[in-house]
C-alpha cells in the first residue's frame, strides 16, 4: 500500500478478493478503500451525482459481500468492480427513467380527468365560450402545476401539505401557484 492507504498493484486486490471470497469482512472494508475514489471518478462521469454514485459503489460492495461464496475470480479485480459499479449505474438510470415515463403517462393521462372544469365554471360564473377557452388555458399548464391546482383548489390542502405530498419545498408550491395563477389571469383579462 502506498501513504494513502491505497494498494499499488493488482496483486493486492486479488488476494484481497480471495480473503473476501473466504469471508474476511477487513478485506471487504479495505477492498472498498482501496478502490472508492477511481470507482467514484468514474461513476460521477456516468451519472454525474454524488449521492447516487456512492449509493450505487455501496450497492455493488453490498452485492459483494451478500454473494461471496458464490464469486469466482475474475482476471481483474479493478475491471470487474468498473463493470458492476458501470452496470448497477445504467440500471439505476434505467429504472429512473421507466419511473419518469409511468409519471409523465399518469400525469397526461390519469390526472388531467380530475380536473373538473364545471367548478371553474362556478367559481368563476363564466359562459360556456369563456369556458371552452379557460379548459385551453389550464391545458397549457405542467402537469406539475395543475396537480397543485387539484390539491390545493379542489382537495383543500395546505401548502405544507401539498409540500409533504409531493416531496418538494413550499417555496416551490407558492413558485408553481403563482405561476399557475398568472397563466389563467392572462386568460382571463383577455
Not at 30 to 53: C, H, M, Q, W
Not at 140 to 157: A, D, S, V
Not at 172 to 181: D, G, T, V
Request: no cysteine; glycine share 4%; proline share 2%.
Amino acid at each position: 500500500m502506498d501513504k494513502k492507504g491505497k494498494l499499488q498493484d493488482d496483486n493486492g486486490l486479488d488476494q484481497l478478493w480471495q480473503k473476501l471470497r473466504s469471508g474476511d469482512r477487513h478485506a471487504l472494508g479495505v477492498l472498498f478503500s482501496a478502490t472508492f475514489d477511481s470507482l467514484y471518478k468514474y461513476g460521477y462521469r456516468i451519472i454525474p451525482n454524488s449521492e447516487k454514485v456512492r449509493d450505487a459503489i455501496q450497492e455493488v460492495f453490498f452485492q459483494l459481500w451478500k454473494y461471496r461464496k458464490n464469486l469466482s475470480k475474475p482476471s481483474s479485480v479493478r475491471a470487474y468492480l468498473f463493470v458492476s459499479l458501470r452496470r448497477e449505474l445504467l440500471n439505476r438510470k434505467k429504472a429512473a427513467k421507466r419511473r419518469e415515463e409511468k409519471n409523465k403517462k399518469y400525469y397526461d393521462e390519469e390526472f388531467d380527468p380530475l380536473l373538473n372544469y364545471s367548478k371553474w365554471d362556478e367559481i368563476l360564473n363564466l359562459q360556456e365560450k369563456e369556458s371552452k377557452g379557460l379548459k385551453k388555458a389550464i391545458d397549457k399548464l405542467t402537469p406539475r402545476q395543475r396537480e397543485i391546482i387539484y390539491l390545493k383548489y379542489y382537495e383543500g390542502l395546505s401548502t405544507d401539505e401539498i409540500s409533504k405530498i409531493l416531496d418538494i419545498r413550499a417555496q416551490s408550491i407558492y413558485n408553481f401557484m403563482s405561476e399557475s395563477i398568472k397563466m389563467l389571469r392572462l386568460f382571463l383579462d383577455r
